[in-house]
């Protein structure tokens, strides 16, 4: 498995409070990058601007890819644009709603 996979598949452990589903079937997580140092770079977004779990959510991505061997820094890019939607949802996330 590639390392960009094994940090995706990482971030299956990290879960919306609110929702109690994990952000990459919420359709939250927009891409994942890592440089020759494995820096990781995780670009997503939340639900909402205003969401309150803000700091819950990429604190929880930033400890989880953390754990990961070898992980340099890790940085969370949120972004707002493309605006999440419920159409971004896995089907599994769709059937847990």
Not at 2 to 24: A, F, M, R
Not at 58 to 84: A, D, F, M
Request: aromatic share 6%; glycine share 8%.
């Amino acid at each position: 498995m590639s390392y960009g996979k094994l940090v995706e598949q990482s971030l299956y452990d990290v879960v919306d409070p609110e929702l109690g589903i994990n952000i990459v079937d919420l359709g939250l997580v927009y891409g994942v990058c890592s440089d020759e140092n494995n820096n990781v770079i995780i670009t997503m977004t939340l639900t909402t601007p205003g969401c309150p779990m803000h700091d819950s959510i990429t604190n929880g991505v930033k400890h989880r890819v953390s754990q990961l061997e070898e992980v340099g820094e890790v940085e969370v890019n949120l972004v707002w644009e493309p605006e999440w939607s419920p159409s971004k949802m896995s089907d599994r996330a769709k059937e847990l709603l």
